[in-house]
């Protein structure tokens, strides 16, 4: 039993551990670069830095 | 690519492999889902197996599968990862030649298999079916495909990778190491090989690869393409780029542990049951991330659900995608898969995802690219929502009749009586009694099969009307990143991943006490590692700059993979045969210890495997009262040592084989064979009665042994040498008895060997001679 004790307590100390890198990132700006790409797919109908041309072959 | 002028250059991208793998999904869609009507009807009437061998289930079964998976979403996703991957990039694939070296390299695959399964050429292993000529193809192909991808990256004009490019990387990476590892084999012929693995360890490596042939071709490669193309459709953003990020990393990585769930109450070390049941529930938490996150693209878009068949489509897809993903785990419970394992559920379930997300996205995919790829409009919207609505139908149809088959089948088969005995002992009850459901569920894939009917015509009439477009882009050039590889590979993330998931395996291996210690010091490094890292600021995040170098990223992707699979495939593969035949020793039972098939039995083994037996029978007795009961002694992990391929099955049509050894004299098998129904009424099985008038070459058994003996199979020379002779030896008793019941039958038959075969199973080995009682009877002593 006591070693379930130390595995769950030192298992919980991992998760908060994780969670303060996770929010520490995300509060240092790990992320933010999603913002512009997550409108890649977009470029071709909203072309940015780009131009675009169809024409039939 | 052209520059035109100093800072920007021109691309003109290469959409015509795309509008051919665009034709092929079409076409091949089509004969795979008919390929499919055709075993659902010869499932509900025996007899439209039509009595010639070419057309009977286990032949067509696993061409209907590996044509849905490979055929049809295969190009599907071709055509999808070639579009997209070039206006994400912003280049031109990489090498035109090597583009259609792929998809020509792929279509005739696709011919090779619905000409070999149909021959009765296959390996007997699900989804790897294919004869190891045709898989040397396929990782020729793969192999092409791969480097005109990554060509293509190292040809960016685009810094970044966007979400949709992992999933394919991955997809590329996983792919290659799965097939190659579980098409590992030894040819004895042109058409035929050995696995190098046996028995627990082949049913292991088979189910880590068919697992994740579920995984990582018909699951990643189209959240790749979702997360390219439903943005584009409903016009707006992935509804976060952040989860996207937690999704991919921690699908990629769990994914691959969950395939000893295939293989739960079975003979597969308890260890390696668990640990897949554990990932699988894990599995949970990133599919519906990933399904959610597509669902949430669509905020404030869902008035488009009225008036476009392409977000339809994409809808119901990415909710089938939660709910395929919320019952997979479900299923790997085990106490759950002791009543869903072998019956319809399986097939239910499979068909959820298959039908609803794989197919649904194709139809969208195509709703959605066709038209821009022929430059027109769709030919006609209210046939597109026809077809919306006649495949939902008969997804729904489809899905709950095999639900309510299998449900059924399971309490019938666990059902006992006041006393503890089996209230159904009769397997056949179970089976008619599915019978109605069994029409429903055909019912339902004519019905699919009707709306995708739909989907062709509309898609060839969409073309019709307009004519191929050429698609030019001007686009900045790329500055080079200058980022380092060594500095990606070893930067703080990463290693702390790698503690976080190296320390866990190394507690799993060294023991409590050492265990604990080690997990002590893991928490004091991670507490470090996030109070170092966390206090930097730089100018870009981690992840960031790994999306900006596609080495970095494969890397990283290829160890994420590779863990699962190392951790329960190594211990397994590693042990030797000795083991389990030392611990039946052990304990003074020696009655189950395997001992090497005779020449006959091998042959006969092999038409087992050739007619596809496996595809309705399991040989897989499980640890619970209801199945010893019914078949006998559960079964051992060292009765299978020398069995190669693995023939444990998955599904029960018919009852499970393992103990059938002995169970029936051989006229009841010849019997059985030649007509299910003369012995078992109500069966659904084909006949088999092209095998007494087909013969064994024993010429080539001999080869066949000496291959074995190669892989460890304890065969001496002189065995290998004698194979004709003793083969004959044993098909004369078999015949000699059989005669004793007016059945005449060639000692050569295919009939004969696979009694044999089926007589030895569960049981150790068979007179292969007459005795020396018999021979001086028959000398007139």
New interface residues.
Partial sequence: MN?LI??VF?SL??VA??L??FV??LR????????R?????????H?R????????? | MESANSMTQRVEYDDHVVRAFTLATTIWGAVGLLLGVIIATQLSFWQANLDTSWLQFGRLRPLHTNGAIFAWVGNMIFAGVYY?TQ??L?ARMASDLLSWIHFWGWQLIIVAAAITLPMGLTQGKEYAELIWPIDIAVVVVWVVFAINFFWTLARRN?R?L???LWFYIATIVTVAVLYIVNNLQLPTSWTHSYSIFMGVQDALVQWWYGHNAVAFFLTTPVLGIM???L??AA????YS??L??VHFWTLVFIYIWAGPHHLLNTALPDWAQTLGMVFSVMLWAPSWGGMLNGLLTLRGAWDKLRTDPVIKFFAVAVTFYGMATFEGPLLAIKSVNALGHYTDWIIGHVHAGTLGWNGFMTAGLLYWLVPRLW?TKLHSKRLADAHFWIGTFGILLYVSSMWISGVSQGLFWQALDAEGFLKFPDFIEGLTASHFMYQMRLVGGIAYLSGYLMLMFNVFATIRAG??????????ALPPTGLSFWRLIFSGPVL?SAL?IGAPILLGISG?ITG?VA??L??VL??GL?LH??S??EE?????MI?AHPLAFTVLVLVAILIGGMVEIIPTVVATKDAPVQAMADTGNYDFVQRPYSPLELEGRDIYVSEGCYVCHSQMIRPFRHETLRYGEYSRLAEFIYDTPFQWGSKRTGPDLHRVGGKYANVWHYLHLNDARSTSPGSNMPRYNHLSREHVDFSHTRTKMQALRKLGVPYTNDDCEAAETTALSQAQLVIDDLSTQDVVLDPNSKMTALIAYLQRLGRGPQPIAPSLEELSQAGGH
């Fill in positions: 070693v130390i595995t030192v100390i991992l551990a994780g303060i890198f520490s990132r240092g700006g790990d992320f933010e670069h999603g913002d790409l997550s409108l890649l797919p977009l470029d071709e109908d072309p830095n780009q131009q675009s041309r169809h024409e039939r072959l | 997209s206006r994400l912003k685009e970044n966007y979400v949709a997360y390219y193309f943005p584009k016009e707006r953003p992935v780029y952040r996207s990020i430059g004519s191929p477009q050429k698609v030019t882009i001007e686009v900045a702390v976080v409590v604990i997990l002590v893991l928490e991670v507490i996030v890292y966390g930097r600021r870009r995040s981690w992840h960031d999306e």
